[in-house]
């Protein structure tokens, strides 16, 4: 993926205030219970040593997006009495936590919005559809809500000849509503460079809406269960299928990438493996894509200067300015000086062994 996105954090001037947190709404209380979380979460800042300014633009955002179905997080990074960024989560963290460092953590964040892919959710019935586009990295761009003509909407019981009338003016409203819906669809595809198409509902009423599809956007479509329009189980259970597709496919091309990093480690000068070799790679500009573990649970520090993302050590003697390095989580700091040289991420499987959680394609490699 690429970090460009993370620039606005680094940017930042420090101390900058991380705070991941699980904002599911799963029961009638959650309110109150994500209130509580934030509240905990905030005087942990707090005592960190974080101004009431930080922490009140923290308040103002902290608690996630209502109306989501299933389970979400959000990752929320601030300094200087601003909000810099907020980020809905696909899923809750690992666990909720807050930090207050000389530059942003954002490594829940990047393995988050590493398996994303650009794509298009579409629940469909005879009267319309709600299309939801997303970008590969980021919140919810676009939302849709599209409704034609219900007129005779369902086709009558009886036969006769009003009954072929009536049944005849069903068929032009549904062929009517089709066309407004692909019309969307394919606007909401290229407005976010969609790669796949999830549809979910009424099944005669998508093979209608198929019909008048241009041909690259109905080669997106992968028909989904669940989906209809008035019932929010059924959009709950279309976001389930939809998710589980987007793992399924992040699995694949990982897959492919992790087969091609282990050729690459026995070829010379092609990829590296473990914090201190990665470390130099990045010192010296040679990282093409990082690669990181998403669980850093007790994760080494690393030391860093503050004026050069790529000044990053194990030890604080080698850097050209000890007296002005800090002291930070390893992953945050290899973020940084990733993204300042233009390397791209991709989250590594869980390991086995902590120096198999890190490691990178170097730049001269064919990694793609």
């Given at each position: 993926?690429?970090?460009?996105?993370?620039?606005?954090?680094?940017?930042?001037?420090?101390?900058?205030?991380?705070?991941?947190?699980?904002?599911?709404?799963?029961?009638?209380?959650?309110?109150h219970?994500?209130?509580?979380?934030?509240?905990?979460?905030?005087?942990?800042?707090?005592?960190?040593?974080?101004?009431?300014?930080?922490?009140?633009a923290?308040?103002?955002?902290?608690?996630g997006?209502?109306?989501?179905?299933?389970?979400?997080g959000?990752?929320?990074?601030?300094?200087?009495?601003?909000?810099?960024?907020?980020?809905?989560?696909?899923?809750?963290?690992?666990?909720?936590r807050a930090?207050?460092?000389?530059?942003?953590?954002?490594?829940?964040?990047?393995?988050?919005?590493?398996?994303?892919?650009?794509?298009?959710?579409?629940?469909?019935?005879?009267?319309?559809?709600?299309i939801?586009?997303?970008?590969?990295y980021?919140n919810?761009?676009?939302?849709?809500?599209?409704?034609?003509?219900?007129?005779h909407?369902?086709?009558?019981p009886?036969?006769?000849?009003?009954?072929?009338?009536?049944?005849?003016?069903?068929?032009?409203?549904?062929?009517?509503?089709?066309?407004?819906?692909?019309?969307?669809?394919?606007?909401?595809?290229?407005?976010?460079?969609?790669a796949?198409?999830?549809?979910?509902?009424?099944?005669?009423?998508?093979?209608?809406?198929?019909?008048?599809?241009?041909?690259?956007?109905?080669?997106?479509?992968?028909?989904?269960?669940?989906?209809?329009?008035?019932?929010p189980?059924?959009?709950?259970?279309?976001?389930?299928s939809?998710?589980?597709?987007?793992?399924?496919?992040?699995?694949?091309?990982?897959?492919?990438?992790?087969?091609?990093?282990?050729?690459?480690?026995?070829?010379?000068?092609?990829?590296?493996?473990?914090?201190?070799?990665?470390?130099?790679?990045?010192?010296?500009?040679?990282?093409?894509?990082?690669?990181?573990?998403?669980?850093?649970?007790?994760?080494?520090?690393?030391w860093?200067?503050?004026?050069?993302p790529?000044?990053?050590?194990?030890?604080r003697?080698?850097?050209?300015?000890?007296?002005?390095?800090?002291?930070?989580?390893?992953?945050?700091?290899?973020?940084?000086?990733?993204?300042?040289?233009?390397?791209?991420?991709?989250?590594?499987?869980?390991p086995?062994?902590?120096?198999?959680?890190?490691?990178?394609?170097?730049?001269?490699?064919?990694?793609?």
């Amino acid at each position: 993926m690429d970090l460009r996105f993370l620039e606005p954090l680094y940017r930042a001037p420090g101390p900058v205030a991380s705070v991941y947190m699980d904002t599911t709404r799963a029961n009638e209380n959650a309110v109150h219970e994500i209130g509580l979380r934030w509240r905990g979460l905030r005087e942990e800042l707090s005592e960190s040593g974080a101004d009431e300014a930080t922490l009140k633009a923290l308040d103002a955002t902290a608690g996630g997006i209502s109306g989501i179905p299933g389970p979400q997080g959000e990752a929320l990074f601030a300094s200087g009495g601003e909000l810099i960024a907020a980020y809905t989560l696909s899923g809750p963290p690992p666990r909720d936590r807050a930090a207050l460092l000389p530059v942003p953590d954002p490594i829940e964040l990047v393995c988050d919005l590493d398996d994303g892919l650009p794509y298009v959710v579409v629940a469909v019935d005879r009267e319309g559809a709600d299309i939801y586009a997303y970008p590969a990295y980021g919140n919810l761009s676009e939302e849709r809500h599209t409704s034609g003509a219900t007129l005779h909407i369902n086709k009558v019981p009886t036969g006769g000849w009003r009954q072929k009338h009536r049944q005849r003016h069903t068929e032009e409203v549904w062929f009517a509503n089709a066309a407004e819906v692909a019309h969307d669809v394919e606007e909401a595809v290229k407005n976010v460079q969609a790669a796949a198409v999830f549809v979910g509902g009424d099944e005669r009423a998508l093979g209608k809406v198929r019909e008048h599809l241009d041909h690259r956007t109905a080669e997106m479509l992968i028909e989904i269960s669940g989906g209809s329009r008035s019932d929010p189980d059924a959009i709950a259970d279309l976001r389930k299928s939809v998710e589980e597709g987007l793992r399924r496919t992040a699995v694949v091309l990982r897959s492919g990438l992790m087969e091609q990093y282990a050729q690459d480690l026995n070829r010379e000068g092609r990829a590296v493996q473990g914090l201190t070799a990665t470390c130099e790679a990045l010192r010296s500009g040679q990282v093409g894509r990082l690669l990181l573990a998403g669980d850093r649970t007790g994760e080494p520090a690393l030391w860093a200067s503050a004026s050069d993302p790529l000044e990053i050590a194990e030890d604080r003697g080698r850097l050209t300015d000890p007296a002005e390095a800090f002291e930070a989580p390893a992953s945050s700091l290899l973020l940084r000086a990733a993204q300042a040289t233009s390397a791209t991420f991709t989250r590594l499987p869980e390991p086995g062994d902590a120096q198999e959680g890190v490691g990178a394609f170097l730049r001269f490699s064919t990694a793609p």
